[in-house]
């Protein structure tokens, strides 16, 4: 859990409680119960997690994100979140609201990708009545709604070019006219946005405006995706698998090889991926323990046992029928595999693919051949 003092930071701690049986002659006042004890997190092993509630992680580029969001807790600053989908960008800005001075204030979200422009429009700034058809009364828009608090406009690049001008005129001047109104009003909601989209690529062919993309990355924070913080799996996992038991009233676990599948996977939905999968996985197990065949085919089709790669790996002879020793075939073989990794950029998972072999068993012969 957290535990929040006045005037301190937030932070994760662990709780432990047990009754208290007192022998018959001990000194102790007779009301005492319970012996509740709280450990700072770090200190529990099994304790996972940060000092925002929903963010799990302990690889550097998490670490990172955590100290960003702490030094934010005093600034007015526009936030730009980039990243794959479903690496969390959303809890992000929830923790950033939440760990800010406009903490007391609402978090209004407005998904710029769900509406069309006309729509957008009026759900951001609000209209006046019979400014449309179906406009029947006044209707006051996100940014009025957020006032005092946070606005998070997500899915920001695919906001129509006539609407970018306009919230860049909030950004710079802080004001703004409701649809069908010449009245200026102002606000003081803080902007959080987020995309998953290249956003200077988008710039580059004129989908979105230059000076507005400036405006929106005064703090920029990129989300890694789950493949590039494989040490985050496991915690993320654990966490999810009691949350998501919890809601049927289960306490579930891993079993090893389990773990091992999860931990090989790619995961391009990132942490959505995730925590559906575990969804299907509590759905589909009968007892109190996940195993392979309970999860997903997609998960579970490509791991490979490392016995399996044992038996499967190629024996070289040396002064083989065509005069290739063992160690002229290894130096083509790290020759092979290090010319397809560089032309992925050393994606290991798209190298694999060239290569025609599994993830695991490329990892193996890098290991083998040197390769880092």
Not at 166 to 176: A, D, P
Not at 230 to 248: H, K, M, S, Y
Not at 249 to 261: D, H, I, N, T, Y
Request: hydrophobic share 40%.
């Amino acid at each position: 859990t957290t535990l929040e003092v006045p005037g301190s930071t937030p932070r994760p701690v662990a709780v432990t409680a047990a009754p208290f049986c007192p022998e018959p002659d001990a000194v102790c006042d007779p009301r005492v119960a319970f012996v509740v004890v709280l450990r700072p997190a770090e200190e529990d092993q099994h304790m996972v997690g940060s000092p925002f509630p929903g963010l799990i992680g302990r690889s550097p580029a998490m670490e990172r994100i955590f100290r960003l969001i702490e030094n934010l807790e005093h600034s007015e600053a526009t936030v730009l979140l980039t990243g794959e989908s479903g690496t969390g960008k959303e809890v992000v800005a929830r923790a950033i609201h939440s760990h800010s001075v406009r903490r007391g204030g609402p978090l209004v979200a407005v998904n710029c990708g769900a509406l069309p422009g006309e729509l957008l429009e009026s759900e951001l700034f609000g209209h006046v009545r019979g400014a449309f058809t179906g406009a029947v009364r006044d209707r006051a828009g996100r940014f009025e709604a957020a006032g005092g608090g946070t606005l998070f406009l997500d899915e920001v690049a695919d906001m129509p070019l006539p609407l970018q001008v306009k919230l860049l005129r909030v950004l710079q001047e802080r004001t703004f006219e409701r649809v069908g109104e010449s009245r200026t009003r102002k606000t003081d909601a803080r902007i959080v946005a987020a995309t998953n989209a290249d956003l200077r690529r988008a710039v580059q062919e004129g989908r979105f405006r230059e000076d507005l993309y400036y405006r929106l990355r005064v703090v920029p924070i990129e989300m890694p995706p789950l493949r590039g913080r494989r040490e985050d799996i496991e915690p993320l996992a654990t966490f999810l698998l009691a949350r998501v038991g919890a809601r049927q009233g289960r306490a579930l676990r891993f079993s090893p090889q389990v773990l091992r599948m999860l931990l090989e996977h790619d995961w391009p939905g990132n942490v959505r991926e995730l925590e559906n999968v575990l969804e299907f996985a509590v759905a589909v197990c009968k007892g109190q323990t996940i195993l392979p065949e309970d999860l997903p085919g997609e998960v579970s089709a490509e791991y490979v046992e490392p016995h399996e790669l044992e038996t499967s790996a190629p024996v070289l002879h040396p002064g083989g029928s065509n005069g290739t020793s063992a160690g002229d075939v290894k130096e083509i073989d790290a020759a092979r595999i290090r010319g397809a990794l560089e032309a992925c950029r050393w994606r290991r998972h798209k190298a694999a693919e060239i290569l025609g072999i599994s993830r695991t068993t490329l990892w193996r012969r890098m290991r083998d051949l040197g390769l880092a």
